[in-house]
């Protein structure tokens, strides 16, 4: 079903009226109230008038996860705090998340897109949706959670972990819909079969996951576990949050960009050259309707392409392919960003100097586990097994009390991390997927 | 009273301790007590060797992370009860005993244990005043 048939279905020509139009008034009120914008306008010598078609936009300068740190934490407001309803921040490197905020129309904006892609993932009004997204400063649970409640389905505010009481509910309950993470979702799957739980006898019928790297052999296994139709979700919380596309249950073929709010491009990572639809690259977006936290041309650092086809559900909306890496070092653990810088950080405020450390991802009964190797140099080397054990017990606590994700702490010897060109090699993403 | 005590970290990977000793063999060092701990990761050895700093030396040298503290040797008589006479002592003040480990003597009817205290001072006067012997590092590295 289509949530908003006239924005979702409208010719690309008046589509990309809309879109001009929106894109105008934002430049336009950014570069009067956001100082950071005006700047970065005046120092690239152009004026928001200037921007007379969409193609124009190529003229405006990227903004980056950098800039969102600098302006931390409101910098990047566009509305004084008083029309500020929502605050959300997602992790970033040394201990500053990048935090958002949205005005009440922001809410509702959000709201209308997730439900929209609920929709388009299956949903109806008629339906449970469990979901299992974490609830909190992460934009997934409440994301999913005000859509559902736009579309008028009833939503399980399950969150996430505690997996068994999850599979009671899913059990007692009888949801239709989940929505999680892939990761935990096959996890799931797992804690059921032990529990003698068959998914033939539960009541799903579709599932909507994202906000972490997966693959179409993993949409199989879900799809064949739970004997449900998998759809991906994309969505940061720069831009807005989870519902920023998603795919149609009809296809599976590609993110609808939700066009009317959203304004994606394609660019060269390297030369910052936007690329033409089809060509790999990195996703770039300007909000067009957001109020609070509207951003210009932010660099998502994920790889994708645009394909501007038509497709079979009758959405006129150009989608993105499903992400299939990021431009940095990045990683993204059971849905949480993980810089290795942070754990850089974690590691300089033990010992004081520059350590050497390893980050080796893999994926275990379909959970992601990290382990972070450490160097035992002079400083924190200790002749007591209790304290070396000690040590690996005090960067574990410390790494799961910044960036929100257990680790595996393992100390090994000196010159063990290999390194390439004599910069030790940082991480080692053993998923596949 | 002190007698210094070289350590090495260790992964839990075979062939480990036989590169020590064979690096410190290299050397001429000739290693008079040992004694290892370990988790299932990692150890950590522990050595009294006759050469302290050529030892260091020469296991920096190959990457690895040495580690100095001091210890304290003890004589203990040679027979039943021993080893407890000291440790009975040292319980009454409640001095903790972190590790300890032989030291190989031939040709002598004491034992000498290596003790590691973390009141290392006050264990040392405990001991003399309760008339154990207590061995000179300079001595330990030549017995």
Same mark, same amino acid.
């Given at each position: 079903m289509i949530f908003n048939i006239e924005y979702e279905t409208m010719p690309r020509e008046a589509l990309e009226a809309i879109q001009l139009r929106r894109l105008q008034a934002t430049l336009n009120r950014v570069y009067a109230t956001v100082p950071f914008y005006q700047k970065k306008f005046e120092e690239a010598g152009i004026t928001p008038s200037e921007i007379r078609s969409l193609a124009d936009i190529q003229k405006i300068p990227f903004t980056t996860k950098q800039d969102l740190r600098d302006n931390y934490p409101f910098g990047m407001f566009a509305v004084p705090m008083d029309n500020v309803v929502r605050i959300h921040a997602s992790s970033g490197t040394t201990g500053k998340p990048t935090v958002v905020g949205y005005t009440a129309r922001d809410i509702g904006t959000w709201s209308e897109l997730m439900a929209r892609s609920l929709s388009a993932g299956g949903?109806? &009004? *008629?339906d449970i949706i469990h979901n299992a997204y974490g609830y909190g400063l992460f934009t997934g649970g409440l994301g999913v959670h005000y859509g559902a409640e736009k579309l008028g389905a009833s939503i399980?505010?399950?969150?996430? *972990?505690?997996t068994k009481r999850q599979i009671i509910i899913m059990k007692d309950f009888g949801p239709t819909i989940l929505t999680a993470t892939p990761s935990y979702t096959l996890h799931l799957a797992e804690v059921a079969e032990e529990m003698g739980v068959?998914? #033939?006898?539960? #009541?799903?019928?579709y599932g909507i996951f994202g906000a972490e790297p997966w693959s179409e052999s993993m949409r199989q296994e879900i799809e064949n576990k739970l004997k449900i139709i998998a759809v991906d979700i994309y969505g940061l919380s720069e831009v807005m949050g989870p519902g920023v596309a998603i795919e149609c249950h009809e296809a599976k073929a590609g993110l609808h960009i939700y066009e009317d709010h959203f304004i994606a491009e394609i660019i060269d990572p390297k030369t910052g050259k936007a690329l033409p639809y089809g060509e790999t690259g990195e996703l770039v977006f300007t909000s067009?309707?957001?109020?609070a936290f509207p951003v210009i041309r932010? &660099?998502?650092?994920d790889i994708s392409a645009l394909n501007p086809e038509p497709c079979i559900c009758g959405r006129s909306h150009v989608r993105m392919k499903r992400v299939s890496g990021r431009t940095d070092d990045m990683l993204i653990i059971r849905g949480v960003n993980v810089f290795p810088s942070q754990i850089e950080s974690v590691l300089m405020q033990i010992d004081e100097v520059e350590p050497h450390y390893q980050l080796v991802v893999d994926r275990k009964d379909n959970l992601d586990t990290l382990s972070v190797l450490v160097e035992v140099g002079e400083h924190l080397f200790s002749d007591e097994v209790r304290n070396l054990q000690n040590l690996e017990k005090k960067i574990s606590k410390d790494i799961k009390e910044i960036l929100g994700v257990s680790a595996a702490v393992k100390l090994v010897e000196p010159k063990t991390i290999v390194r390439s060109e004599g910069k030790a090699i940082r991480v080692i993403d053993n998923r596949k997927l | 009273m002190k007698v210094e005590q070289i350590s090495v970290f260790l992964e839990n990977k075979s062939g480990r301790i036989a590169e020590v000793t064979g690096i410190l063999a290299e050397s001429g060092i000739n290693i008079r007590a040992l004694s290892l701990a370990d988790t299932s990761d990692f150890g950590v050895l522990r050595m009294i060797v006759d050469n302290n700093q050529k030892a260091e030396e020469a296991l920096k040298k190959h990457n690895f992370t040495v580690g100095k503290t001091f210890v304290v040797a003890v004589e203990i008589e040679?027979?039943?009860?021993g080893l407890y006479k000291i440790l009975s002592i040292l319980h009454k003040v409640s001095i903790n005993v972190e590790y300890m480990y032989a030291f190989v003597q031939p040709n002598s009817k004491n034992a000498v244990m290596i003790f590691r205290f973390e009141k290392l001072e006050e264990a040392v006067r405990v001991l003399q005043e309760n008339g154990v012997v207590v061995i000179d590092g300079d001595k330990v590295y030549t017995l």
């Open positions: 949903a109806t &009004r *008629g399980i505010p399950v969150s996430g *972990g505690n068959s998914f #033939k006898d539960l #009541k799903f019928k067009i309707t957001k109020e932010y &660099r998502t650092r | 040679d027979k039943p009860g």
